[in-house]
């Protein structure tokens, strides 16, 4: 409590960097304790899961003593506040909870019914690097929250950190943070596109080909599903989220391209042309420009792609990605001169990466881009409710 | 502007619980003549000595008339295409720096070389030249990071190599399946099979690369190997120089077949027992 009472949201203060200290066994006691004390303040009873070791008459009479302060203070101050140390902890220090020490090869599973105690498998170009227990202070944020009745905090505290989470490539965190997200909120549009963004990364083939390539011990596997299974969900979620709110240029956009992806070239065309980007927006224009390219040659529109491709090359000029595909597009078609002139801008641009900005190097946790800015807004909303 | 993060974190379930000069001028045309790079072996051993008259070519079904056979005299460009995203550093990047060493090292006089480096950015290192220290210099001063772009980095390698006349042998050598290509593996085997380039590659491990590259190595007519280590990377190279070395250029220009779409080559010589490997057909425009 005095953490939470002493963390400044968005610091790395001396609150957080308790929190940080604190060890996976410590965090997984903690998480009854404070599941026990948002019983109480609610219901006013204990409720002690099966399995969960019961408490003692002393702390017991801490715990009731805490929640009859706090039920003085108001719930939502503690929940909120609470949330926001948790997060900043698992922002600022993603592997908090994961010394190496306590990363055992293959994780345990379960081993109380309420801490949850989910595991992941971090890669880095291709190579596994060993598994990990999941960030704690994620499911502590949530389980806070959910003591409340969702309000527009928690739906920006969700945005928030799914973006984060999206953008930082936490994959196995983000899949139950925003299944979450979608119970609480199945109408948010903004929400909805996250999920759509977390399932076009999950088909995307940095994550396909690690799941076929990396050696797990017996009776462990990466629980991703197939290519064509997460491109589906994330259509489904694109297509609900631009239900809920159609000027989501974006999520056209994306949909556009997992539509493309699955073959389905002219349903992505009209996607892709019918996506209302801002002139100045030329991130989008460029992904509009570039898809748009590859369904027109799929399609055999040799003259539609080269236009499109020469659109998103003429946005980011020092992009290899476009020249490749006009290239490639001369030599299928046979014009060897036009594939190797098209082909010089590559071969001429500087090796140094500040140097050449390719936006689809991006594209994949690019639906998380905003992440910064929503979490400014989410620090805004609680420094406005203290005022 | 890049978020890009080394790492990505994936859930897991437990079950328990849940040109030279010296071309011949027939080669500078890519429209009216074909040619095909063919290694000839017997028990392993490459057979020197074979004329055109020795070799019969199907296009399509329809025998042709070889018109020349050459081996050995024509310079080659060496194009080397060299994974150097993050999971090359260390040991497996020294070893791929004395390699790529060793074969310059093993080139002759009027061959090219040439190297493009890949993480998630494509980078000629040079262009194609005989002045070989340059090579050196540019694979020398490129280090490791990032993702793996392999497939740009074959198809920008294959156009080094047409944009030369000469005979051109790419080699490939990847640690990792491409994570960040915008070309796809359809449009860069599609690119190889209307390419004369002979493609050679070496991959560590087993992955979806594999079939990648031994698809684009077979549709032209190279091998793939896959190495356990990248300590013998070296031998590799060189094995991959050599029988290169050992290679006719089979040319004929077509007749009596249609022009466009895919043409089935079938390249065979009288000798019985020799083992032909040439790419398995091209695209014609």
């Known amino acids: ?387 | 502007m890049s978020a890009r993060t080394p790492a990505v974190l994936v859930g897991l379930m437990l079950v328990s619980s849940m040109p030279a000069a010296t071309q011949s001028p027939t080669f500078a045309s890519k429209v009216e003549a074909v040619r095909v790079d063919v290694l000839v072996t017997d028990r392993g051993t490459p057979v020197r000595g074979l004329q055109a008259a020795d070799f019969d070519v199907f296009d399509n079904g329809v025998r042709q008339r070889v018109d020349l056979v050459s081996f050995e005299q024509v310079p080659l460009n060496a194009v080397l295409v060299l994974d150097m995203s993050e999971s090359v550093a260390g040991e497996r990047l020294d070893n791929l720096r004395a390699a790529a060493r060793g074969l310059l090292d093993g080139l002759k006089a009027g061959d090219q070389a040439a190297v493009v480096s890949f993480s998630h950015v494509v980078v000629q290192g040079s262009g194609l030249t005989t002045n070989l220290d340059r090579v050196r210099s540019a694979f020398d001063q490129t280090e490791p990071r990032g993702e793996t772009s392999l497939l740009d980095g074959i198809y920008t390698g294959m156009m080094v190599g047409e944009s030369d006349v000469g005979r051109s042998l790419l080699i490939v050598f990847s640690d990792g399946f491409d994570t960040s290509s915008w070309l796809s593996s359809d449009a860069v085997l599609d690119a190889a099979k209307r390419s004369d380039i002979v493609v050679y590659s070496a991959a560590v491990g087993t992955s979806p690369k594999a079939t990648l590259l031994g698809d684009i190595s077979a549709s032209t007519g190279g091998t793939f190997y896959r190495i356990e280590s990248t300590k013998n990377l070296g031998a590799t190279f060189l094995g991959i120089l050599d029988e290169f070395r050992q290679r006719y250029l089979v040319s004929y220009s077509p007749q009596g077949v249609a022009k466009g779409g895919w043409h089935r080559l079938d390249v065979r010589v009288k000798e019985k027992s020799a083992v032909v490997k040439a790419r398995p057909g091209y695209f014609s425009n």
């Open chain 1, 1 to 387: 409590m005095a953490e939470i009472d002493r963390h400044e949201p968005g610091q790395t203060d001396a609150a957080a960097l308790t929190a940080v200290s604190w060890s996976r066994p410590q965090l997984e006691g903690l998480f009854v304790d404070v599941h026990t004390l948002l019983e109480l303040i609610n219901s006013g009873k204990v409720k002690v899961p099966p399995g969960v070791p019961s408490f003692s008459p002393e702390e017991l009479q801490q715990l009731q003593r805490i929640a009859t302060q706090e039920k003085t203070n108001g719930i939502t101050r503690l929940v909120k506040r609470g949330a926001l140390l948790h997060t900043d902890v698992a922002l600022l220090v993603p592997d908090a909870t994961d010394p190496a020490a306590d990363a055992p090869a293959v994780p345990k599973p379960h081993e109380t019914p309420i801490a949850p105690r989910g595991s992941s498998i971090r890669d880095a170009d291709g190579r596994n690097q060993g598994m990990r227990y999941s960030n704690l202070h994620w499911d502590f944020a949530r389980m806070l929250l959910d003591a409340v009745k969702p309000d527009e905090f928690a739906r920006v505290w969700y945005r928030a950190t799914a973006a984060w989470l999206t953008y930082r490539h936490q994959l196995s965190e983000a899949t139950p943070h925003l299944q979450r997200a979608r119970e609480i909120f199945p109408a948010d549009a903004g929400i909805l596109f996250y999920n759509g963004g977390l399932y076009e990364m999950l088909a995307a083939p940095r994550i396909q080909g690690f799941i076929r390539t990396t050696a797990l011990p017996d009776g462990v596997f990466i629980d991703v599903a197939s290519e064509r299974t997460n491109l589906r969900r994330a259509e489904g979620f694109f297509r609900r989220a631009l239900a809920l709110d159609p000027d989501l240029t974006e999520a056209r956009v994306r949909l556009g391209r997992v539509l493309g992806v699955q073959g389905r070239h002219e349903e992505a065309i009209r996607e892709l042309q019918a996506a209302n980007v801002a002139p100045d927006d030329s991130l989008l224009r460029y992904y509009t420009a570039l898809f748009l390219g590859a369904d027109e040659e799929a399609l055999g529109h040799a003259d539609r792609a080269r236009d499109a491709f020469g659109r998103a090359s003429a946005l980011y000029p020092r992009a290899q990605s476009p020249h490749l595909a006009l290239s490639q597009l001369a030599w299928r078609t046979g014009d060897r001169p036009g594939a190797l002139r098209a082909i010089q801008p590559v071969l001429a641009l500087p090796a140094d990466e500040d140097q050449r900005a390719d936006p689809w190097w991006d594209y994949y946790d690019g639906a998380g881009r905003d992440a910064d800015s929503q979490l400014d807004r989410l620090r805004g909303l609680q420094n406005g409710s203290r005022q």
